[in-house]
């Protein structure tokens, strides 16, 4: 990975964002364009691929190769270009709405095989693209356009979830702390396979519950209290009590590394497949003896 010195705004695009004014995605990019400022990183070298929703308009805002893709799909869109291109940094951007409803399906095959991407999920626990629906990560009771006496549905645990699918780096972090956010993001892009982001990204338009001043105080940094990310365990621990703030107003909101491990990723597992067997040459001749015999 050749490094080059660049600044922050060299990262981004000229083209403006549409987000509603205070909404928490402003500060990913800011944190997204830090990062590869501060890694060196050339933009003609970055792939980022989205899915369809508020979030998922962020490639538009930075100046790199994007593929703003369909809904819920971003995850194989980016596999696809990493198998392809495994020298590329390739990060989805995505949303709670877009990664774990639609897309759903997805996240636990890119994570077991651990894939080398990096996912950032700006969960704002809310549809707002499609003004206000109640999303995957959505508390129960939050209003929305087609949840007037309160949603009913339980809340996903991006956390617990990714963790339990095999991501070997697993973290949180807020919207609201840019230098947090900006090494979370750093961490997850230089680790080695699949790195799962969740960013608390509060929607001032349609989430009038969990709002930055709501998270003002509650967030506290796990590592800093000594958390150990190489400890599975204790990181589902952990993770098991990341929503616990929906039901006791005195919980704190966990951010930092739960968990972080090395292993073989999959294009590494892939190489070392193509080592040990020849590639076909004459695929004909493979047909020919694969044809069944005439009896």
Same mark, same amino acid.
């Given at each position: 990975?050749?490094?080059?010195?660049?600044?922050?705004?060299?990262?981004?695009?000229?083209?403006?964002?549409?987000?509603?004014?205070?909404?928490?995605?402003?500060?990913?990019?800011?944190? @997204?364009?830090?990062?590869?400022?501060?890694?060196?990183?050339?933009?003609?070298?970055?792939?980022?691929?989205?899915?369809?929703?508020?979030?998922?308009?962020?490639?538009?805002?930075?100046?790199? %190769?994007?593929?703003?893709?369909?809904?819920?799909?971003?995850?194989?869109?980016?596999?696809?270009?990493?198998?392809?291109?495994?020298?590329?940094?390739?990060?989805?951007?995505?949303? =709670?709405?877009?990664? &774990?409803?639609?897309?759903?399906?997805?996240?636990?095959?890119?994570?077991?095989?651990?894939?080398?991407?990096?996912?950032?999920?700006?969960?704002?626990?809310?549809?707002? *693209?499609?003004?206000?629906?109640?999303?995957?990560?959505?508390?129960?009771? *939050?209003?929305?356009?087609?949840?007037? %006496?309160?949603?009913?549905?339980?809340?996903?645990?991006?956390?617990?979830?990714?963790?339990?699918?095999?991501?070997?780096?697993?973290?949180?972090?807020?919207?609201?702390?840019?230098?947090?956010?900006?090494?979370?993001?750093?961490?997850?892009?230089?680790?080695?396979?699949?790195? &799962?982001?969740?960013?608390?990204?509060?929607?001032?338009? &349609?989430?009038?519950?969990?709002?930055?001043?709501?998270?003002?105080?509650?967030?506290?940094?796990?590592?800093?209290?000594?958390?150990?990310?190489? =400890?599975?365990?204790?990181? *589902?621990? *952990?993770?098991?009590? =990341?929503?616990?703030?929906?039901?006791?107003?005195?919980?704190?909101?966990?951010?930092?590394?739960?968990?972080?491990?090395?292993?073989?990723?999959?294009?590494?597992?892939?190489?070392?497949?193509?080592?040990?067997?020849?590639?076909?040459?004459?695929?004909?001749? @493979?047909? =020919?003896?694969?044809?069944?015999?005439?009896?």
């Amino acid at each position: 990975m050749m490094e080059v010195s660049l600044r922050p705004t060299d990262y981004k695009s000229d083209v403006e964002p549409t987000w509603c004014s205070g909404c928490g995605d402003f500060g990913v990019v800011a944190a @997204l364009t830090r990062a590869y400022a501060e890694l060196g990183l050339k933009p003609e070298n970055i792939v980022s691929v989205s899915g369809i929703g508020c979030s998922s308009r962020l490639p538009l805002f930075v100046k790199n %190769y994007s593929v703003h893709s369909l809904h819920g799909r971003a995850i194989p869109v980016a596999v696809g270009i990493k198998l392809a291109r495994p020298e590329l940094t390739v990060i989805v951007e995505t949303g =709670d709405g877009d990664l &774990f409803s639609i897309g759903a399906g997805h996240n636990p095959h890119a994570a077991r095989r651990n894939i080398d991407i990096t996912v950032i999920c700006m969960d704002n626990q809310v549809y707002g *693209l499609t003004k206000n629906q109640i999303s995957p990560t959505s508390r129960e009771g *939050l209003y929305g356009s087609l949840t007037p %006496y309160g949603s009913i549905d339980r809340p996903v645990n991006p956390i617990a979830t990714m963790l339990s699918y095999g991501a070997t780096f697993v973290a949180q972090t807020y919207a609201g702390n840019l230098k947090h956010m900006t090494e979370i993001i750093k961490q997850a892009i230089q680790h080695k396979g699949f790195s &799962f982001v969740n960013v608390i990204s509060p929607c001032p338009t &349609f989430n009038k519950v969990d709002t930055f001043q709501y998270y003002k105080g509650k967030v506290k940094d796990i590592n800093e209290q000594g958390h150990d990310p190489s =400890d599975y365990r204790k990181a *589902l621990e *952990l993770a098991f009590h =990341d929503l616990d703030h929906y039901y006791d107003p005195n919980a704190p909101v966990p951010i930092g590394v739960f968990y972080k491990v090395q292993m073989e990723t999959y294009e590494e597992r892939m190489l070392s497949v193509k080592k040990r067997y020849k590639p076909v040459e004459d695929m004909q001749a @493979l047909i =020919d003896v694969c044809k069944p015999k005439a009896i």
